[in-house]
């Protein structure tokens, strides 16, 4: 079984602050996804990373996958209260199956 | 809005009932995959079909049964619900059969069980 572990698992953090959420694993993942979820709707794709060591940019967010295509991270410049989400990452296996992690559940204040 | 719809987004019932949830998927995608959210054990992959043949299965209950329609909508049956069933249900769609191509999902049912 291919486990996703995410980090922190909450975070509230101001308006303006900057944050880092990771996910990792022990398992190689052949391509990893990254996902937004708001309350009361389903996940929304942000990202898939697929190159070891590759860095994709998305306005005010960063996401690298690592070297070993075994964990990535996701970082947020400048918070903005419309960031506030569930953010979930997801691995795709070798057993072509898409794992994903349980979240982490960031709040920007204002 | 994703494109996908399910149906209903809430549902109460009983312990030992039975229930089927409903999804749509978007515009010419074939595969349809589900998946149960809850607190403790995040979102869980159940099953996907693709052009109606069961592509992968997850880690779904033998009480849960799932079929695609010729017109690609699909049904996921629950079974001798138990409490612990209570979760999101979530549906999700792609045009090919891999998650290679990104995939929508839909806003979810929310299942409770009492």
């Known amino acids: 079984t291919q486990l996703l572990e995410q980090s922190p698992q909450f975070l509230s953090i101001q308006e303006g602050e900057n944050l880092t959420v990771y996910c990792n694993s022990s398992s190689v993942f052949s391509s990893l996804q990254w996902y937004r979820q708001e309350p009361g709707e389903g996940p929304v794709l942000l990202v898939t990373v697929v190159t070891g060591g590759e860095v994709k940019k998305l306005k005010r967010l960063t996401f690298q996958f690592g070297d070993a295509r075994k964990d990535s991270s996701l970082h947020i410049t400048a918070a903005q209260t419309g960031d506030t989400g569930l953010y979930l990452c997801a691995g795709l296996g070798s057993n072509y199956k898409l794992t994903f992690g349980k979240g982490t559940l960031l709040t920007v204040n204002p | 809005d994703s494109g996908v719809t399910q149906t209903p987004k809430h549902l109460i019932t009983a312990t030992g009932q039975r229930v089927t949830l409903r999804c749509s998927p978007r515009s010419g995608d074939l595969s349809v995959y589900w998946y149960q959210q809850s607190l403790d054990q995040g979102l869980q992959f159940l099953i996907q079909?693709?052009?109606?043949?069961?592509?992968a299965k997850g880690n779904i209950l033998e009480r849960f049964s799932a079929q695609q329609f010729p017109d690609l909508h699909s049904e996921l049956n629950l079974s001798s619900l138990e409490l612990g069933d209570s979760a999101l249900y979530f549906c999700a769609s792609s045009v090919e059969g891999t998650w290679n191509t990104e995939a929508f999902f839909g806003q979810g049912t929310r299942l409770t069980v009492v």
């Open positions: 079909y693709y052009n109606g043949e069961e592509r």
